[in-house]
């Protein structure tokens, strides 16, 4: 008898993974909706062209502002922020929501400072923007391999981990069976559909995410008795086995409804997350490929603009539809979410350091009915397919068009296409690999596992980007050792975190506190201010760009006419049509109809490509890198930007 009392937790835990996703309600809504984002896919796939590098990676430059905002919104809310948001605002407050809502501005320098320059550069990746800015090979290789280890550190492994968490929840599924399981349907469009079904898939996605959200937080809210129980409740949510552990380690924090905390003190301290954050966030929204790449997809720069003030407003609510329900989840399962004893917490989820991740699956497990549950379970496979699939189709486009042009100069585009594809399972391996370390970092907390991350990695290339966009004066010598020294400087901290093990509350990290003492978010405002040191110190000792080289690559220089000479020439240009004619002379073998269909499947139908004249090829060159906007679209544009950093600074203020 006591035996079942003291497993009581874990009896529950396994009654609900046995009745959780068994039922004809569950499996139908999970059902309809793969068939609906396959629909959706095929259709995406056949409308639009997946056999040019244009038509795969840049859906033609034909987005509208809806499917935009709402993919750019998709991309960024993964699996990664239901489990991930949701265990730390379970652990420790609402904070966690400011990471969210400082989006709501960066937005705004994405589509009004930086996509502008990058449009007219006429570029199709972030690399070779600098290669661009900058010339030489260095550059450009150093930030795509760098960002390629960040795709797998902090985005697809942590997503594909924290999909597993639901998976496992819901299925009682191992958690490398899940990730597989996950992976084999993710990759399949991805491989086969290119940008333009992603970001059609994404829109889909969005939709189902915020309303299974909002219908989860409803029952949530309801269980609690409203916001007022909510914050009274919360503050009493202290799990029952403690014994000696000090009360720091399971209490609430006296401040867990403020999103600014004490400088020093807090945990994540005020000055960190004004300045710290936005040198992250601008790097993730306004230099990392995944999120670029949807802008630049846009009809016009308009088009652009809207998509991401779209963007801004659903950014609105992860506040209220994750970190909200996340922290019910440890009033509502309080022993379980909020365990501390590193052997309770071991017989929850698998892991010592906390359960905190759970907080969202445990909520979808335990309160929605038969039907919604399922519709719950789509939800966190939409928001994790509809990240993992950006990211895949945006690491494809880095290796291919970065690394792949420097190993083989004169492949064919058709050759790029199945280089791009197959470099994407390689990507999955890989990223199946480092799970592991993710489960056990930052005491269990995803989210604040990918911030620390982020912060170690990523400002040196954020004040790179920012430097080359409004400082003309910088040059290739300045960028590459600013890059070089703030990644050490960088790697030396997270080295050494992940050496001497990031612990927990109950077993603190011995990492000396000259190394580890400083807080993530104050050591991404440090690194980043001596990486501008150093770029801006390197460039005034050394020659700079004379301003031919920079017509329409930089800010100041953005509006002029004349004809840029870059400093260095294309790695590759499309030899189709050479091909094509040598074709002409050689009878082509008709392929069997096995190989036709996989060609079909995939986008690598041999069609005959329209040769262009020069000056056709000028106006379609044009077209691409065009930033005239209509007056009145414009105006709109602006006016609904203003309206979005009003409500930015009125959140902030309301739960400052």
Known sequence: MSQDYSGFSLTRRNQTDNTSINNAADISVIVIYFLVVLGVGIWAMVRTNRATVGGFFLAGRSMVWWPIGASLFASNIGSGHFVGLAGTAAASGLAIGGFEWNALIIVVILGWLFVPIYIKAGVVTMPEYLKKRFGGQRIRIYLSVLSLFLYIFTKISADMFSGAIFINQALGLNIYLAVIFLLLITALYTVTGGLAAVIYTDTLQTFIMVVGSFILMGYAFNEVGGYQNFQELYMHAVPSAITNISASCYEPRPDSFHIFRNAITGDLPWPGLVFGLTIQATWYWCTDQVIVQRCLSGKNLSHVKAGCILCGYLK?????????????????????????????????????????????????????????????????????????????????????????????????????????????????????????????????????????????????????????????????????????????????????????????????????????????????????????????????????????????????????????????????????????????????????????????????????????????????????????????????????????????????????
């Open 316 to 656: 609105l609510l992860p506040m209220f539809l994750m970190v909200f329900p996340g922290m019910i989840s440890r009033i509502l399962y309080t022993n379980e979410v909020a365990c501390v004893e590193p052997a309770e917490c071991e017989k929850y989820c698998d892991t010592s350091v906390g359960c905190t991740n759970i907080a969202y699956p445990k909520l979808v497990v335990a309160l929605m009915p038969n039907g919604l549950r399922g519709l719950m379970l789509s939800v966190m496979l939409a928001s994790l397919m509809s990240s993992l699939t950006s990211i895949f189709n945006s690491a494809s486009t880095l290796f291919t068009m970065d690394i792949y042009t420097k190993i083989h100069r004169s492949a064919s585009e058709r050759e790029l296409m199945i280089a791009g594809r197959v470099f994407i399972l390689v990507l999955i391996a890989v990223s199946i690999a480092w799970i592991p370390v993710v489960q056990n970092a930052q005491s269990g907390q995803l989210f604040d596992y990918i911030q620390s991350i982020t912060s170690y990695l990523t400002p040196p290339i954020a004040a790179v980007f920012m430097l080359a966009i409004f400082c003309k004066r910088v040059n290739e010598s300045g960028a590459f050792y600013g890059l070089i020294i703030g990644l050490a400087i960088g790697l030396s901290r997270m080295i050494a975190e992940f050496a001497y093990g990031t612990g927990s509350c109950v077993t603190p990290s011995k990492c000396p506190t000259i190394i580890c003492g400083v807080h993530y978010l104050y050591f991404s405002i440090i690194l980043f201010v001596v990486s501008c040191i150093i770029i801006l110190g390197v460039s005034l000792m050394t020659k700079p760009i004379a301003d031919k080289h920079l017509y329409r690559l930089c800010w100041s220089l953005r509006n002029r006419t004349e004809e840029r000479e870059d400093l260095e020439l294309e790695d590759w240009v499309n030899n189709q049509q050479d091909s094509n004619q040598m074709d002409q002379h050689e009878p082509e073998e008709e392929p069997g109809l096995c190989k036709k269909a996989v060609m079909c499947f995939c986008g690598l139908e041999q069609n005959r490509v329209v040769e262009l004249s020069k000056e056709e090829q000028a106006k379609l060159q044009e077209k691409l890198t065009d930033t005239t906007e209509v007056p009145l679209w414009r105006n709109i544009v602006n006016a609904n930007a203003l309206i979005l950093l009003c409500v930015a600074v009125f959140c902030h203020g309301f739960f400052a």
